[in-house]
């Protein structure tokens, strides 16, 4: 993949990520509506095991595809990621059956349960993952 933007299908994009906050959802949309959606912003992507990731960005893509668009402009993440993280996340993705952002229209949830199934279930991975690095040190 280039180091520009690209224009994807929605549906080739994984998940690296549970659920959705209904309330965030709704301010994207409405923020959305208001501009061109061919000036919006690139969503961030990695490669993962020969498919795009998005590392971030799921509200906007689950935004652009209820608006009935079928492609998003994505560019390579320049971050560096936790890759034992993300591969935990999409696997947890995968056995959940979502693999585009469509899956997640059933996973929209009050901003209180977004942050109870997934803000708190990523902290405790990381402070899980981050115990596993320091007792192998």
């Given at each position: 993949?280039?180091?520009?933007?690209?224009?994807?299908?929605?549906?080739?994009?994984?998940?690296?990520?549970?659920?959705?906050?209904?309330?965030?959802?709704?301010?994207?949309?409405?923020?959305?509506?208001?501009v061109?959606?061919?000036?919006?912003?690139?969503?961030?992507?990695?490669?993962?095991?020969?498919?795009?990731?998005?590392?971030?960005?799921?509200?906007?893509?689950?935004?652009?595809?209820?608006?009935?668009?079928?492609?998003?402009?994505?560019?390579?993440?320049?971050?560096?990621?936790d890759?034992?993280?993300?591969?935990?996340?999409?696997?947890?993705?995968?056995?959940?059956?979502?693999?585009?952002?469509?899956d997640?229209?059933?996973?929209?949830?009050?901003?209180?349960?977004f942050?109870?199934?997934?803000?708190?279930?990523?902290?405790?991975?990381?402070?899980?993952?981050?115990?596993?690095?320091?007792?192998?040190?």
């Open positions: 993949m280039s180091d520009t933007a690209t224009l994807v299908d929605l549906a080739l994009l994984q998940p690296s990520q549970l659920y959705l906050s209904a309330e965030r959802l709704e301010q994207i949309l409405a923020w959305i509506k208001s061109n959606p061919d000036e919006l912003e690139p969503l961030p992507v990695k490669e993962l095991d020969g498919h795009l990731m998005l590392t971030d960005g799921h509200h906007r893509a689950y935004a652009v595809h209820s608006l009935g668009r079928r492609q998003i402009k994505v560019i390579p993440d320049p971050d560096e990621l890759w034992e993280a993300y591969r935990i996340c999409v696997q947890w993705c995968l056995e959940d059956g979502i693999r585009s952002v469509m997640l229209k059933s996973r929209i949830v009050n901003e209180e349960d942050d109870l199934l997934w803000n708190k279930r990523c902290d405790e991975l990381h402070q899980f993952l981050e115990e596993q690095r320091c007792a192998s040190d």
